[in-house]
């Protein structure tokens, strides 16, 4: 066979799995979907880690033997909070209810996340909004879509007519780089228009992607935070970098997703 027609058959295998992950995503978000709505309570750090991991056993029930299905062979990623370099093959990185801690305090920003990662690289993703039902794909080289319709991001070419957006990666986060987050939320005052700051990441990069806001940055950081997200803002015309302007890679220390038109001045700014 030649390489043409083998590459070709990677592709159509690609786009037919991001099609079955899509309706996984959305499984595993009605189910969570039919749990929420009440705040539920907590007085130790025991019990809300509780809380969390019955909505991750939740989903992951629906997820992992159905994504398992779809590529045998690839490694499957526990901790959605493991940032770092994966070894190579191709390994399942999933977020089963990213943003779970405002799910269980009944806030509308939460989320349903696969991506299959291939050497390092993310190959498809697809994220679904169960409160709005939206799903937003990616397939590498293929675009980036929201129930079907091409997204791109702002064409934006001002930092300071833009509304950007930071996230705190996870709690109990090293001293060093909670200084550094709100020095650099500080920073952005003074040369954004509009300073957004809320959890989860990926909620963020939807509207990057979306050109609903222009960029997004963060320090520190999970593979499942970030790479649904930098493979839709990518396939969305968007620039991905760390915050100094580097090539991002999931051992980077930061992270940045801007419209292309303000990368440079987003880079400058978090540089300071």
Do not use: C
Request: net charge negative; hydrophobic share 45%.
């Amino acid at each position: 066979m030649s390489e043409t027609l083998q590459t070709t058959d990677v592709a159509d295998s690609d786009a037919d799995v991001l099609a079955q992950t899509a309706i996984a995503v959305r499984e595993a978000g009605s189910a969570l979907r039919e749990r929420f709505g009440e705040v539920v309570r907590y007085q130790t750090r025991e019990e809300l880690m509780r809380a969390l991991a019955a909505n991750d056993e939740l989903a992951l029930d629906i997820l992992r033997p159905r994504l398992t299905r779809l590529r045998p062979d690839a490694g499957w990623v526990e901790d959605e909070l493991d940032g770092g370099a994966l070894p190579p093959g191709e390994w399942w990185v999933v977020d089963p209810a990213e943003g779970n801690v405002n799910h269980l305090h009944a806030l509308p920003e939460w989320a349903v996340t696969a991506t299959l990662v291939r050497d390092n690289q993310p190959v498809l993703t697809a994220v679904h909004l169960p409160l709005t039902g939206e799903t937003y794909t990616a397939l590498t080289g293929a675009g980036a879509y929201l129930d079907g319709r091409p997204l791109r991001v702002s064409p934006t070419a001002d930092l300071g007519l833009s509304i950007v957006a930071t996230s705190q990666a996870r709690p109990d986060e090293d001293e060093k780089v909670v200084r550094r987050v709100g020095s650099s939320i500080t920073a952005m005052l003074f040369d954004a228009l509009v300073v957004r700051t809320a959890v989860p990441a990926t909620l963020h990069l939807l509207n990057v992607a979306a050109g609903r806001i222009d960029a997004f940055w963060q320090f520190a950081g999970a593979r499942a935070d970030l790479l649904p997200g930098a493979l839709l803002v990518t396939e969305a015309g968007g620039q991905i970098s760390d915050a100094e302007g580097r090539p991002w890679t999931p051992q980077s220390e930061s992270f940045l997703a801007a419209a292309p038109g303000i990368h440079a001045e987003a880079v400058a700014t978090l540089s300071r």
